[in-house]
Every structure is written in C-alpha cells, then in structure tokens.
C-alpha cells in the first residue's frame, strides 16, 4: 500500500498544511485509497460537530436567559389579559 506521503497528488504548503490532490471519483491511484478519503471526512465531520458542540455551550447561558425572559414576558402578557377571560366566563354562567 502506498503512504499518501509518496503519491503525487499529495503536497505540503508553506504553513505545513497536507494538501490532498487526489478526487475519490476521478483520479484515486489504490482502493485503499478511498478508505483514507472516508477517514478524511469522518474526521472533518468530528471537528465540525466538536466545533458546534463548543458554540452551543458557549451560547447555552445566553439562552437560558433570553428562554427566562420569554417566559417571563408570556407570563405578564397572560396576566393582562386575565382580566377578559374572567369577565367572559361570568357572563357566558347569565345565559
């Protein structure tokens, strides 16, 4: 089997970033190839999630408070109009 590091469709930049030439549905030169693709993406897929996983917990405390208000808002407009539902169940008990 042959390294990525040996195959010339693989190159390394000037900030020593692995660059990876190679299309899995044009120019793979091994079948093993396309295992290492499927690693690839897998570990892409890990990083992005570990990634939103960090921004949801770092939102998690702003949305706890903006939920908090909401309710809080809800709970007042409710309240408002408590006052109309009363009156119309008194009236609906006269007929």
Known sequence: MMQCAQCDL?????????????????????????AKWQLLRLDMLVGSFNGMSAWQAKMAPL?????????????????????KVDEEDETDGFL
């Open 10 to 34: 693989y190159e390394v930049d000037e900030q020593g970033r692995r660059i990876f030439r190679c299309d899995p549905f044009t120019n793979i030169k091994e079948p093993e190839c396309l």
């Open 63 to 83: 949305q706890d408070k903006i939920m908090k208000y909401v309710k809080r808002e809800l709970e007042d407009i409710d309240e408002a109009e408590r006052w």
